[in-house]
């Protein structure tokens, strides 16, 4: 196996199999079968909303090079009259900068440093965007979800009601048979802002908003709360994993948000954070009432490092800043940048999806069943473990 793993990362540098799964099914025995937000996908492999799914051409790329899913870009939420009580979070910014950035002593990582916040062109054009995913969707070639920054009140307001239906029933007058999947973003520059300062007040949205959003959708709606990484400690991120029993799904954690120069960041600071307070988070079964999916996201750039995210009970995981790395940071030499990033993450011999679940097999954490090793075993078991 570990030869024939060596021979595939080499031979797929110039491209991969048109269905790399099924490749690694058949000669791995490995099934990487993925779940996100409810539904079943090939893998766990797929795209963090943001500035790589801004438009058509890029969810093309994404479905071609066989990404599992694709977040679109936050689109801030506006009533009928077209104002937005998030204003502050449509702002246009273009320059992102990809930088190495240090967590301790030894451990170099990537980040993507921009000052720019959500969705910043008319809410047609992102209609328009949501139709192009609909269809690559219904085609099964690339699942693609929609994000939404709604309005957060503060506590003692009122939520604006008129901005959630109007929003929610335009994404789905688009989007069309049920269900509507979508994220609700919580972002960092949100984590940064004085909204956040207060613990209640973030409390509340997280209880509420899945329900309002829920209310609002002329049709079945399933909805994945994407959890910022707030400025309080690791307990009160637990609280806020549990304050949202509502949602769907999780998505954990947003990218964290640094203060002193006012912008987010990702990095080894953001996978510690993030798996340290999954660790002590205690999954529920699936078997009960207020059980959530959880989807991984922050400093996904190995295959070792989504089964880190895996064994805490993640379905999937969500990349963003390994789609953006230099050329000369993949091995592959052919492809776009979802394509080389694939090959890396599931077919690197120490490194990959293939390599680490081969290894779990070999100290005993995996077992085959009917001859295959799952991947959605590994979440279960998180489960269990809870
Ligand atoms: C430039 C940039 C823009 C982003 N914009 C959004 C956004 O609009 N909505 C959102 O939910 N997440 C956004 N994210 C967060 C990513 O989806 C992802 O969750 C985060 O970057 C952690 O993953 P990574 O370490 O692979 O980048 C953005 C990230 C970056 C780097």
Same mark, same amino acid.
């Given at each position: 196996?570990?030869?024939?793993?060596?021979? *595939?990362?080499?031979?797929?540098?110039?491209?991969? @199999?048109?269905?790399?799964?099924?490749? $690694?099914?058949?000669?791995?025995?490995?099934?990487?079968?993925?779940?996100?937000?409810?539904? /079943? %996908? @090939?893998?766990?492999?797929?795209?963090?909303?943001?500035?790589?799914?801004?438009?058509?051409?890029?969810?093309?790329?994404?479905?071609?090079?066989?990404?599992? +899913?694709?977040?679109?870009?936050?689109?801030?939420?506006?009533?009928?009259?077209?104002?937005?009580?998030?204003?502050?979070?449509?702002?246009?910014?273009?320059?992102?900068?990809?930088?190495?950035? &240090?967590?301790?002593?030894?451990?170099?990582?990537?980040? %993507?440093?921009?000052?720019?916040?959500?969705?910043? &062109?008319?809410?047609?054009?992102?209609?328009?965007?949501?139709?192009?995913?609909?269809?690559?969707? !219904?085609?099964? #070639?690339?699942?693609? $979800?929609?994000? $939404?920054?709604?309005?957060?009140?503060?506590?003692?307001?009122?939520?604006?009601? *008129?901005?959630?239906?109007?929003?929610?029933?335009?994404?789905?007058?688009?989007?069309?048979?049920?269900? /509507?999947?979508?994220?609700?973003?919580?972002?960092?520059?949100?984590?940064?802002?004085?909204?956040?300062?207060?613990?209640?007040?973030?409390? #509340?949205?997280?209880?509420?908003?899945?329900?309002?959003?829920?209310?609002?959708?002329?049709?079945? %709606? !399933? $909805?994945?709360?994407?959890?910022?990484?707030?400025?309080?400690?690791?307990? +009160? =991120?637990?609280?806020?994993?549990?304050?949202?029993?509502?949602?769907?799904?999780?998505?954990?954690?947003?990218?964290?948000?640094?203060?002193?120069?006012?912008?987010?960041?990702?990095?080894?600071?953001?996978?510690?954070?993030?798996? &340290? %307070?999954? *660790?002590?988070? !205690?999954?529920?079964?699936?078997?009960?009432?207020?059980?959530?999916?959880?989807?991984?996201?922050?400093?996904?750039?190995?295959?070792?490092?989504?089964?880190?995210?895996?064994? !805490?009970?993640?379905?999937?995981?969500?990349?963003?800043?390994?789609? =953006?790395?230099?050329?000369?940071?993949?091995?592959?030499?052919?492809?776009?940048?979802?394509?080389?990033? /694939?090959?890396?993450?599931? +077919?690197?011999? =120490?490194?990959?999806?293939?390599?680490?679940?081969?290894?779990?097999?070999? #100290? #005993?954490?995996?077992?085959?069943?009917?001859?295959? /090793?799952?991947?959605?075993?590994? @979440?279960?078991?998180?489960?269990?473990?809870?």
């Amino acid at each position: 196996m570990r030869a024939r793993l060596e021979r *595939d990362f080499d031979r797929f540098k110039r491209g991969l @199999p048109r269905d790399f799964p099924a490749h $690694v099914r058949e000669t791995y025995g490995i099934d990487l079968t993925a779940r996100y937000l409810g539904e /079943l %996908v @090939p893998h766990p492999i797929g795209k963090g909303s943001g500035q790589l799914s801004l438009n058509p051409g890029q969810l093309d790329d994404d479905a071609a090079a066989g990404l599992a +899913f694709a977040v679109l870009k936050t689109v801030i939420a506006e009533d009928a009259t077209g104002a937005q009580a998030m204003a502050a979070w449509a702002i246009h910014e273009t320059k992102m900068k990809v930088e190495r950035r &240090r967590a301790g002593a030894d451990r170099e990582g990537w980040t %993507v440093t921009w000052k720019g916040r959500g969705w910043d &062109r008319p809410f047609g054009e992102y209609l328009a965007l949501l139709r192009a995913g609909r269809d690559l969707t !219904r085609a099964g #070639r690339l699942l693609v $979800v929609p994000s $939404v920054k709604y309005h957060l009140p503060r506590l003692a307001e009122p939520f604006r009601e *008129d901005e959630y239906r109007h929003t929610t029933g335009l994404l789905a007058d688009a989007w069309g048979d049920p269900p /509507l999947l979508l994220e609700k973003d919580f972002s960092p520059t949100l984590a940064g802002d004085e909204l956040a300062e207060d613990r209640a007040q973030i409390l #509340r949205w997280l209880r509420e908003v899945p329900g309002r959003i829920r209310a609002a959708s002329p049709i079945p %709606v !399933r $909805v994945a709360m994407k959890l910022m990484n707030a400025r309080f400690d690791d307990a +009160f =991120q637990v609280e806020m994993m549990n304050a949202t029993a509502e949602a769907d799904a999780l998505v954990c954690f947003n990218r964290l948000f640094d203060a002193e120069r006012g912008v987010a960041h990702g990095g080894w600071d953001l996978s510690d954070r993030n798996l &340290r %307070v999954l *660790d002590s988070y !205690r999954p529920l079964p699936p078997s009960t009432a207020s059980y959530r999916p959880l989807t991984g996201t922050g400093n996904v750039s190995s295959g070792r490092m989504i089964l880190e995210y895996a064994r !805490r009970g993640c379905e999937s995981v969500q990349l963003h800043t390994f789609f =953006q790395l230099p050329l000369s940071e993949y091995a592959a030499t052919h492809g776009t940048r979802p394509e080389r990033a /694939l090959h890396a993450l599931v +077919f690197h011999p =120490q490194e990959g999806l293939i390599a680490g679940m081969l290894e779990l097999e070999a #100290r #005993r954490e995996l077992e085959r069943h009917d001859g295959e /090793l799952r991947f959605l075993d590994l @979440p279960a078991h998180a489960h269990r473990a809870g």
